[in-house]
Each structure stands twice: as structure tokens, then as C-alpha cells.
């Protein structure tokens, strides 16, 4: 098995970018979620987990390192995220108060319809949600939804049809013929080295309402999460019974990956 893309997303929730190589350590990938857009109203973590909400931020791109951030527009035209009025200017292309954040602050929340709802009701319907505490699995103050990195591969993707881009993984890992999908379930307690980085599966990745949204140019695809649905139920410890597509990982030992990189597993 070989890395065949790398993915980083500088604000939470909007799209990234792919890049030669990731510098990873304990807190995650660096320049991955390292900015999140944070609810005036109800201060909460803006996340197209919710998409009545915000589905919108799927529109908008971010891409560069820390400290140079930039943020492509809806409609044409960019803007550096540190740039005077950047609050009220994605606020205004939101339609709802925001403020873009650097830190993540303790007990730092989502909001999370069940994607069944979603995918029943449509994705401007007001459904029920839960409140969950983010980065529960990271050290630190980045936006991730859990663990440090998020893995997926093309064995997982073939067999669902769907873009890797819709799944947010950091590792995309192309896996041999015949590899069978889902197999990232089985990852979960079992130490990676990809290029000289040790990693080690945390939890199967739990699949919301986003995958199903339309990235950018990319329609809608219900299909993305109705067939983990329909296939993939597993246990997530402390999470429950949920669909599932892809690894969580926490970083063993600090490093660069690079696209190409072998991957192997203990």
C-alpha cells in the first residue's frame, strides 16, 4: 500500500487542498484545521455536520500555511484569513454572525443532525441534533472532529463510488486488487509506519450529513454515506453503533509523510 494523495483543510468545514507532504506529531497535520469559523449566537464551532446551517462553507476553499492562510470566495476572488473585516465579510456571505478562530477553547462543540434525518428530510429541513464535544482524541487546540489524522482508502472509496474529497481523510492510501473495502475497521488498535511516521488506528471514522453535501462543483450524493449505512454499521467505543468509512489515527511518532510513502501495517 502506497499514500496516493495528502489533504489538509485550513479552516474546518471548508475545502483544502492537497499537498506533497504532510508534518505531522501529536496535535495533528501542520496547517490542517487549524482555523474554524465559531457561531456569534451560539458559540459553537461552525461545521457542515449541520447543514441547514451551514452547508454553505462547502463553497469556500482555503489553502497555504499558517500564518498565510487564504480563503477562496464563493463566486470568484480570495481574502487572506487574517485580513481587516474578515468577520463580518464571511459573515455577510453567510448569512449569519461568525467570528473565524485560531484557538479551539475547552469543551469546544458541533452541532450534529443524524445523517438518516438528513438524507429523509432534505438538507434545508430543521432536524433534531446533538451537541458534541470536539478533538476529543488531540492534544492541543486544532478543530479536528476527533483524532489527530483521518485515513481512507481506495479500496473503501472504489466500492462506495465516491470522491475522497467527500470523506475529508488527510491519507488517502491506495490499496492493492482485490483489497477488500472496509478493511480500515480492522486497523483500530494496530501500528502504521508510513514513510518513517509510526501511527496507530484509534477508531473507525463515524460518517455525518457531509459527505452527501455538494463540495464545491461536486453535486450531491446520497449514496456517499447510504451505503456505509447499509454495509458498515460498526461499534465505535463511546460513540455507539454508527456508519462508518475510514481510520482514526493518533501520531506515535512525529515526522513528514509524503505522497508515495509505503504504508505497512503491524
Not at 505531522?24 to 459553537?44: H, I, P, W
Not at 449505512?229 to 513528514?256: D, Q, S
Request: aromatic share 6%; glycine share 12%.
Amino acid at each position: 500500500m502506497l499514500v496516493e494523495r495528502l489533504w489538509r483543510y485550513p479552516v474546518k468545514s471548508m475545502l483544502g487542498e492537497t499537498v506533497d507532504s504532510l508534518v505531522v506529531d501529536e496535535f495533528g497535520a501542520e496547517g490542517d484545521r487549524r482555523l474554524a469559523l465559531v457561531d456569534a449566537v451560539t458559540g459553537r464551532v461552525a461545521t457542515a455536520k449541520h447543514p441547514r446551517l451551514w452547508r454553505g462553507l462547502l463553497r469556500f476553499a482555503a489553502s497555504g500555511d499558517p500564518g498565510g492562510v487564504r480563503i477562496e470566495l464563493p463566486g470568484g476572488g480570495s481574502v487572506a484569513a487574517d485580513e481587516r473585516g474578515i468577520d463580518e465579510l464571511l459573515s455577510e456571505l453567510l448569512g449569519r454572525p461568525v467570528r473565524l478562530a485560531s484557538e479551539r477553547t475547552a469543551g469546544a462543540s458541533v452541532e450534529r443532525p443524524d445523517p438518516e434525518d438528513v438524507l429523509a428530510r432534505g438538507v434545508a429541513a430543521e432536524v433534531d441534533y446533538a451537541t458534541l464535544e470536539i478533538a476529543q482524541g488531540t492534544p492541543g487546540s486544532s478543530f479536528v472532529d476527533y483524532a489527530p489524522l483521518h485515513l481512507i482508502t481506495t479500496a473503501t472509496l472504489d466500492h462506495i463510488g465516491a470522491e475522497a474529497v467527500r470523506y475529508r481523510p488527510n491519507l488517502v492510501v491506495s490499496a492493492p486488487p482485490g483489497y477488500p473495502a472496509w478493511a480500515e475497521n480492522d486497523w483500530v488498535g494496530r501500528e502504521l509506519h508510513v514513510g518513517g511516521v509510526r501511527l496507530r488506528g484509534l477508531l473507525p471514522t463515524p460518517r455525518c450529513a457531509v459527505p452527501t453535501l455538494e463540495h464545491g462543483t461536486l453535486p450531491r450524493a446520497p449514496h456517499a454515506v447510504r451505503t456505509p449505512m447499509a454495509e458498515n454499521r460498526v461499534e465505535v467505543p463511546g460513540f455507539g453503533v454508527l456508519p462508518c468509512a475510514g481510520v482514526y489515527l493518533e501520531v506515535l511518532g512525529a515526522g513528514t509523510i509524503h505522497t508515495g510513502d509505503q504504508v505497512t501495517l503491524n
